[in-house]
């Protein structure tokens, strides 16, 4: 059972780069999210999914794009980086909306940008 | 502004004694999530709880939920070593206009349990 898979797990990046984080899950849910969790913090919602072809902004969307072609699949984009998205993001998933069998999350990727 | 507040944010216990995480909210919710995560680690779910009263247990960890109070205990038991790990709470809100969930985490209380 792979679950939610998140690649790559590690990334440096400079200043005004971009790049994809990518998200997976085989659990045909529905429902996915991304998330980024800031030193001794709390993870915070970037956007989310609720299904192919719907996206929506979380609480911290500035600086990020999502697109969700298929269920499988909700690739986070970050298209100038700035040193304010340094952190870990986390890919979920749900199958319902309110995830009241529990969310599942990825491994995470930590991003630096330098 | 919404906020889920946990206390405290660091514990360090001795093996063996007993001790309660307390998460406090302040927007209505009845769905309620206990995490933990590892250092450099992904968050594992612990519980879940979907009503007013709600009390779930798993070995030495025992949550509970007061809607009313907007209040969710961990209670952790006889503290092993093994428990070592940051434990998020997160209250699940309703978008507005909307069905879908959205988890708001509290900051996470570090706890370290030694020998």
């Known amino acids: 059972n792979a679950g939610v898979t998140q690649t790559p797990k590690f990334r440096i990046l400079k200043i005004g780069q971009s790049m994809t984080l990518q998200c997976a899950q085989d659990?045909?849910?529905?429902?996915m999210y991304w998330y980024r969790q800031d030193p001794g913090m709390g993870l915070k919602l970037i956007y989310y999914?609720?299904?192919?072809?719907?996206?929506d902004k979380g609480e911290v969307p500035n600086g990020y794009n999502v697109s969700r072609s298929t269920t499988e699949d909700f690739p986070l984009r970050l298209e100038l980086a700035a040193p304010s998205q340094t952190s870990v993001y986390f890919c979920?998933?749900?199958?319902?909306?309110?995830?009241?069998?529990?969310?599942?999350f990825g491994s995470g990727t930590r991003l630096t940008v330098v | 502004e919404l906020k889920v507040e946990q206390n405290p944010l660091f514990l360090s216990m001795q093996e063996g004694k007993n001790y309660t995480i307390y998460c406090n909210y302040s927007?209505?919710?009845?769905?309620l999530y206990w995490y933990r995560q590892d250092p450099g680690k992904s968050l594992e779910s612990l519980f879940v709880l979907l009503s007013n009263g709600a009390v779930k247990q798993e070995g030495r960890l025992m949550a509970s939920l007061d809607t009313k109070a907007r209040l969710s205990t961990l209670h952790i038991t006889a503290a092993v070593h093994d428990l070592s790990a940051t434990y998020f709470c997160a209250v699940d809100i309703r978008r507005s206009g909307g069905s879908q969930g959205n988890l708001i985490f509290g900051k996470g209380t570090k706890l370290s349990v030694k020998p």
């Open positions: 659990m045909n849910h529905n429902y």
């Open positions: 927007t209505t919710s009845d769905r």
């Open positions: 999914s609720v299904g192919a072809g719907i996206t």
């Open positions: 979920a998933s749900s199958y319902t909306s309110t995830g009241g069998d529990g969310y599942t």
